[in-house]
């Protein structure tokens, strides 16, 4: 028994079979990258860090999740899929468009649900209300990259929208009955363990069913990579699982927690080089929270 509300337990409650995301490459941009918003993107990010090798722009949604299935198949015969749309803002296009994107992924065979992952400033009512028609004829998942919760810190990384406008979105989208994820990053230029922890009650008020935290990494030909200044807050393993710990302490208890760390391929990271695949970090991570209970004193 976990201490906290894993996604694991959560997920498997939902199917009566085993699921797995399948990642999905839709050929999407983001605001900050194309000029609508700004260029370059945000500072940390190369999309290639976390793109499996099926996940390719080029080709079709159905090829990608057909490949995905044949990858994972080998080793559950009887899985299910969810299509998960990842890479860059999975909302910032045209709502005829994303439809159609959609229904595709909705049409391959074994596949039970979508999860999509955008920015708080690509969504609209108009998105929203498909979004929950969605919703009511299969499983559904929108992952909003929130960060932070410091506008300072948006503005420095880059991120091109604010708190606020995380808030606004996250609100809509659950006043719709939509399943909510939020995505944060800690450690982000400027960002110490005090102010990760100040920012936990403001991450406990959104309206949010599920959250992502993981580790600052720095990657290789990123902006973080040069002599970027504030410098990111790059934690050893223990600091970090010492901060994990502090934050499912202090988390709104409700909240699902999918994952704490983010694994880069080695050839493009440059920091933390942990060495620990997640499944060993979380191992360290529930000992920990063992040995710190205050029924283990």
């Given at each position: 028994m976990k201490s906290y509300n894993d996604y694991g337990t959560w997920i498997r409650n939902r199917f009566p079979y085993r699921v797995q995301k399948i990642s999905i490459d839709a050929g999407f941009t983001c605001p900050n990258r194309d000029g609508s918003k700004g260029r370059g993107g945000c500072v940390f990010c190369d999309n290639?860090?976390?793109?499996?090798?099926?996940?390719?722009?080029?080709?079709?949604?159905?090829?990608?999740?057909?490949?995905?299935?044949?990858?994972?198949?080998?080793?559950?015969?009887?899985?299910?899929?969810?299509?998960?749309?990842?890479?860059?803002?999975?909302?910032?296009?045209?709502?005829?468009?994303?439809?159609?994107?959609?229904?595709?992924?909705?049409?391959?065979?074994?596949?039970?649900?979508?999860?999509?992952?955008?920015?708080?400033?690509?969504?609209?009512?108009?998105?929203?209300?498909?979004?929950?028609?969605?919703?009511?004829?299969?499983?559904?998942?929108?992952?909003?990259?929130?960060?932070?919760?410091?506008?300072?810190?948006?503005?420095?990384?880059?991120?091109?929208?604010?708190?606020?406008?995380?808030?606004?979105?996250?609100?809509?989208?659950?006043?719709?009955?939509?399943?909510?994820?939020?995505?944060?990053?800690?450690?982000?230029?400027?960002?110490?363990?005090?102010?990760?922890?100040?920012?936990?009650?403001?991450?406990?008020?959104?309206?949010?069913?599920?959250?992502?935290?993981?580790?600052?990494?720095?990657i290789k030909g990123t902006k973080l990579d040069s002599d970027f200044t504030p410098r990111p807050t790059i934690f050893s393993v223990d600091e970090y699982i010492a901060l994990i710990a502090e934050y499912i302490r202090r988390i709104r208890k409700n909240i699902v927690m999918e994952r704490f760390v983010s694994q880069s391929p080695k050839e493009l990271l440059v920091a933390p080089n942990w060495g620990l695949k997640n499944h060993e970090f979380t191992d360290r991570l529930d000992n920990y929270l063992k040995s710190h209970s205050p029924s283990s004193h």
């Open positions: 290639n860090t976390f793109n499996p090798s099926y996940c390719n722009k080029s080709k079709t949604i159905t090829q990608q999740l057909e490949e995905g299935k044949a990858f994972f198949a080998r080793k559950y015969p009887d899985m299910k899929y969810l299509a998960y749309f990842q890479a860059f803002s999975n909302t910032y296009a045209p709502l005829q468009h994303l439809r159609k994107l959609y229904e595709e992924a909705l049409q391959v065979k074994d596949v039970v649900g979508l999860v999509i992952a955008t920015r708080p400033d690509c969504i609209d009512d108009e998105k929203l209300d498909y979004l929950q028609e969605l919703s009511r004829r299969t499983f559904l998942i929108v992952e909003y990259g929130v960060e932070s919760c410091n506008n300072e810190t948006l503005r420095i990384i880059n991120r091109g929208h604010t708190f606020e406008c995380s808030q606004e979105a996250i609100r809509k989208t659950h006043e719709r009955g939509i399943t909510v994820g939020a995505h944060i990053i800690l450690g982000l230029p400027g960002e110490d363990r005090e102010e990760i922890i100040r920012q936990i009650p403001l991450v406990s008020s959104l309206e949010i069913d599920i959250l992502k935290l993981h580790q600052m990494q720095i």
